[in-house]
């Protein structure tokens, strides 16, 4: 039997009186690739963080032992440890942007690894961090290694991350949450690229998820976590063909499902919305005087129709244009050219109070609900804000009435009210930002990507949530996403969008099972499917 490279037994970390990781134990061998999968709040990357020693001050861990190879990493004083972290252990945070330092060059952050693990010249390092950059597929190396992190796109930022990982020449490299915020073609370049670099290192990769159609893509064991315990482990194949344990039945039987979209009547409802040569630029400023001297054109002539009562799924690549669509539609910034027509009245032409009162009948649901809400403000209150602003003369005892009817319609308690944002879950923010949307009754709801940062089965919830709401009251949904699965599930028709342009638009399983556009090819392409 194959050595392990590392191995945990009973490993506990406890918060307080709360027990965080219980008790597990687990092994990765040399070159394999294991997944730690669960929902956020099972303890994956607490574990990940515990074998690292880089649990924060509160958290108590208790350990049998914690080995790679045979060097028991429980017992090494803590300055050897820090030589063996970045060196034989690599580590890809989930958030990019939150990991890199924004004011060094991406060039000086790579060289830090090589700068304090290995004896090598400036120019060695300098050729070197080159090499990396090369390797992960990084273009034009020489001049990105001058740039700064917001100078790169998500999928760029996220490689640089890797390179830094894998400066150190690892023999173990963790990689937490690797492709949550990308774009599917994106994720599919990366999880490639990982794949590729393992290949070529021998390295074994660790793997923290919560999405079980790209692990079930990349991983040769899986673990699956639950309330801080290793509920089940097996082989990748056997997993999948049959899974044991009723929450991993759960979790599988959570993930949208790509022909959920097969047999959908098509609506035959009157066109709510109808956008007509619809343009979103953006000016490019140069110079002592910013004087404009170009446009990006985010949203170029975009025309589309959206009936009542149906969903409109906007799907596409980060930078496409579709949240700036959803913005530019709302009149939340500018739009250069076009027309909005909700309902018969162009948005575009309305001015003041009378602004105000038609923006009631179109809403939005953003992406990160904890960001788009006041953490200092009540719950209730943020809900109430959309009447006391759009209609001012309600009472306030009517809004309070109204208030706890919305929380009743997301399936949340009506004590939610007289609490913050910070004290509930993700998925529960998401549901008080509907909740919000919903309180001055539109017609058509905005949801710009509103289960992207979701465990799978909460995104599951949302989902339900979203369809019976429409079927209650008859919403429109405008809903911009790059996750096809979601489209699968909800939407009725979808319209493709690639560099500001619509490329292909029609019902949803016309467009998602008989592709006309190479683009929208290449999209599906990309989709994670189960394997097994």
Excluded at 185 to 206: C, D, H, N, P, S
Excluded at 325 to 335: A, D
Excluded at 488 to 503: F, H, N, R, S, T
Aim: glycine letters at 6%; a neutral charge; charged letters at 20%.
């Amino acid at each position: 039997m194959q050595q392990s490279l590392l191995t945990v037994v009973n490993l506990t970390v406890t918060f307080g009186e709360s027990k965080v990781v219980d008790d597990i134990s687990f092994n990765i061998r040399p070159g394999e690739t294991f997944a730690l999968v669960g929902e956020s709040g099972s303890g994956k990357s607490i574990t990940a963080l515990s074998v690292l020693r880089l649990l924060p001050p509160a958290a108590r861990m208790q350990a049998h032992s914690i080995a790679l190879q045979n060097q028991d990493l429980l017992t090494i004083p803590e300055i050897d440890f820090c030589k063996l972290r970045g060196r034989r252990i690599g580590f890809i945070f989930q958030d990019p942007m939150s990991s890199l330092n924004p004011v060094m060059t991406i060039g000086q952050q790579v060289a830090e690894v090589l700068e304090i693990h290995f004896q090598l010249s400036a120019e060695e390092v300098r050729q070197r961090v080159m090499e990396l950059l090369a390797q992960v597929e990084i273009p034009d190396p020489e001049r990105r290694i001058q740039e700064y992190p917001h100078q790169l796109s998500g999928g760029q930022r996220q490689r640089v991350m890797i390179a830094i990982a894998l400066a150190g020449k690892p023999e173990l490299l963790i990689a937490d949450e690797p492709t949550t915020a990308l774009d599917v073609t994106i994720q599919a370049q990366i999880l490639t690229l990982l794949k590729k670099l393992q290949r070529e290192t021998g390295m074994a990769l660790w793997l923290i998820s919560h999405d079980l159609a790209l692990v079930s893509n990349i991983a040769d064991r899986i673990a699956v976590m639950q309330n801080g315990g290793i509920v089940e482990t097996a082989n990748t194949q056997d997993f999948f063909k049959q899974a044991q344990h009723p929450y991993s039945l759960k979790l599988l039987a959570a993930l949208p499902k790509m022909d959920s979209c097969i047999g959908k009547q098509p609506q035959t409802n009157a066109p709510l919305l109808k956008v007509e040569n619809f343009k979103v630029y953006y000016p490019i400023r140069k110079g002592i005087f910013k004087r404009v001297v170009g446009h990006v054109k985010a949203v170029d002539g975009v025309d589309f129709e959206l009936r009542a009562g149906s969903t409109l799924a906007l799907v596409g690549e980060s930078g496409c244009g579709k949240t700036s669509m959803g913005k530019g539609l709302l009149n939340l910034i500018p739009s250069e050219a076009g027309k909005v027509l909700l309902n018969g009245a162009d948005m575009t032409q309305l001015q003041g109070e009378t602004l105000r009162r038609k923006r009631a009948e179109m809403q939005i649901v953003f992406q990160d609900p904890f960001a788009a809400m006041n953490p200092r403000m009540l719950v209730g209150d943020i809900i109430a804000e959309g009447i006391t602003a759009l209609r001012p003369e309600t009472p306030t005892d009517e809004k309070q009435r109204r208030v706890a009817e919305l929380l009743q319609q997301v399936d949340l308690p009506a004590e939610s009210a007289l609490r913050y944002p910070h004290e509930f879950s993700g998925g529960q923010r998401q549901r008080i930002c509907i909740a919000r949307a919903l309180a001055v009754e539109p017609k058509l709801i905005i949801c710009d990507e509103p289960t992207s940062a979701l465990d799978v089965s909460v995104q599951a919830q949302i989902i339900e949530l979203l369809k019976n709401l429409q079927k209650q009251q008859g919403l429109s949904y405008l809903l911009i996403t790059h996750n096809l699965g979601v489209v699968a599930e909800m939407a009725d028709e979808v319209a493709v969008m690639y560099q500001g342009k619509i490329v292909e638009h029609g019902l949803v399983e016309q467009v998602l099972m008989q592709p006309r556009h190479e683009y929208t090819k290449t999209l599906l392409s990309a989709v994670p499917q189960l394997q097994g």
